[in-house]
């Protein structure tokens, strides 16, 4: 169901350049509302449809751009959260019950990317993104498993939070980044020099992070180096994000969406009426970002585009 512009959604510009980002006459629209938890949504171009999980209802949910309808699409879910698209296509997703990363085959079977470490499960992978070598890489904080309402309540037998890569060639899961307290959101610069993080340790700790940190790629595009903190968030915490072409960042936050120009620096925000969790680019020319709002789907067509 389209429900247009509602109350609470706004532009807001906090320096000049964020006005070149926006559109004049368009406006933020609310394109469904109903799940518990809205996350991970992802962008299907060749069906003109977009995929998102409903973490605590156990299922992922479809919107297509053909008509606005809004159907189930996997239920039960695995209670999956993040999910990205890979360069064939292909859906990969986060899998807070079953602990593990997945790739949904193009007939439609399910391939598992990863479930363990160093023989140890995974604590609840959060979100994922693919590199342009078809390497994976994924956050896996404990939120899936400290309760049972994202997932299944569980002791971490790996005993900490890391940031890992899966090889392309190899299936080897390596731990790239050991020191964050929950990692979560993550994405790539355009170029791919960078990675960045999200950290939100602090939604379990009131001295903990809430904070994007930037990491520098080897040269192989295998290891990271660096990590300091980027940004940190005026509002709640950043959970999920994405990048436009220009690397500035699109993230998520409790007042809505920020806009972050490659230094930090705060630019603008759009305005949300609820949490937002994570967003992403779609639309046939890439200038729709869409937010996942805690209940609801919403959109804004930008004056940028995602990354080509």
């Known amino acids: ?5 509602i109350e609470g959604t706004r532009f807001e510009p906090l320096e000049p350049e964020f006005n070149n980002l926006l559109i004049g006459h368009a406006r933020v629209e609310r394109l469904w509302t109903g799940a518990r938890w809205s996350e991970g949504p992802t962008w299907f171009p060749a069906g003109r449809y977009l995929v998102w999980s409903d973490i605590p209802n156990n299922r992922m949910l479809r919107w297509d751009e ?11 879910s695995n209670y999956s959260n993040g999910n990205t698209t890979d360069h064939h296509g292909r859906l990969v997703s986060c899998e807070h019950g079953a602990r593990r990363v997945t790739r949904t085959e193009h007939d439609g079977s399910i ?6 470490y160093q023989g140890k499960r995974l604590n609840s992978p959060n979100d994922v993104v693919v590199k342009s070598d078809g390497s994976i890489w994924f956050t896996d904080p404990t939120y899936g498993i400290m309760i049972d309402y994202e997932g299944g309540r ?17 299936a080897e899961v390596m731990a790239v980044a050991t020191d964050f307290m929950k ?15 999200a950290d939100t ?3 379990h700790d009131p001295d903990g992070p809430a904070h994007i940190r930037r990491f520098s790629l080897s040269g192989d595009g295998k290891t990271l180096s660096g990590g300091e903190v980027l940004a940190d968030s005026t509002a709640g915490l950043f959970d999920g994000f994405r990048l436009d072409e220009d690397g500035r960042i699109w993230t998520s936050a409790a007042d809505g969406v ?8 705060l630019i603008g925000k759009i305005a949300i009426p609820e949490l937002v969790a994570n967003v992403c680019f779609g639309g046939a020319r890439k200038n729709r970002l869409f937010i996942a709002g805690t209940t ?3 959109s804004a067509y930008l004056a940028v585009i995602g990354p080509v």
């Not at 169901?1 to 512009?5: A, E, K, N």
């Not at 920020?258 to 620096?265: D, Q, S, T, V, Y």
């Open 1 to 5: 169901m389209f429900y247009g512009q």
């Open 66 to 76: 053909t008509d606005g309808s809004v159907s189930v699409f996997r239920n039960p």
């Open 111 to 116: 391939t598992v990317i990863a479930d363990r």
């Open 154 to 170: 569980a002791e971490s037998e790996i005993g900490a939070c890391y940031v890992y890569r899966v090889d392309p060639d190899t």
């Open 183 to 197: 990692p979560n959101g993550l994405a790539f610069s355009p170029d791919e020099k960078y990675l960045y993080v």
């Open 201 to 203: 340790g602090r939604s």
């Open 258 to 265: 920020h806009c972050l120009e490659p230094g930090g620096n």
């Open 296 to 298: 609801s789907l919403y």
